[in-house]
């Protein structure tokens, strides 16, 4: 089981690394603002995802969730202890980028209904085109080149 669960962790912590470099790239897209690259590594994202919710899967079997009975099974083996530090190490990497990430896009999304609103408003307030699609100028209401 040691060789095997050791394995597992490191694959698991190998992915970490991969997301991580996800991660790091859809950030850069984002201030960028390469929008069309982003469903690209949106994807690549989802398969890592997937692959490392199975290998979660796989170590829930072996390693104990119990704090106490997996701190006995670490202590026994410094190997296996050193792999799930990493591990964790990693993962909170990981998981730290991923919520960075969200606030860029929070802040981006944001940012942009600000403008919207912005001009919505100001379109409202001096229309510089009357409803029929007719250039107005500025306060008469009047079309431009009619006195």
């Given at each position: 089981m040691n060789g095997i669960s050791i394995d597992n962790l490191r694959e698991?912590?190998?992915g970490y690394l991969v997301l991580i470099d996800l991660l790091e790239e859809e950030q850069r897209l984002l201030a960028q603002g390469a929008v069309d690259e982003l469903p690209s590594v949106s994807a690549r994202?989802?398969?890592m995802v997937t692959k490392l919710d199975a290998?979660?899967?796989?170590?829930?079997?072996?390693?104990p969730e119990d704090l106490a009975a997996r701190?006995?099974?670490l202590a026994g083996n410094?190997?296996?202890?050193?792999?799930w530090v990493g591990l964790q190490e990693t993962a909170r990497r990981a998981n730290e980028l991923n919520q960075l990430n969200g606030?860029?896009?929070h802040?981006?999304?944001?940012?942009?209904?600000?403008?919207?609103?912005?001009?919505?408003?100001a379109t409202t307030d001096s229309p510089t085109y009357g409803p029929d699609g007719q250039p107005m100028g500025p306060g008469s209401g009047r079309p431009l080149g009619s006195a």
């Open positions: 698991e912590h190998a994202k989802a398969m290998l979660a899967q796989a170590r829930a079997d072996w390693l701190d006995t099974l410094p190997e296996l202890a050193d792999a606030k860029i896009i802040l981006r999304l944001k940012n942009t209904r600000d403008a919207l609103s912005v001009l919505q408003q």
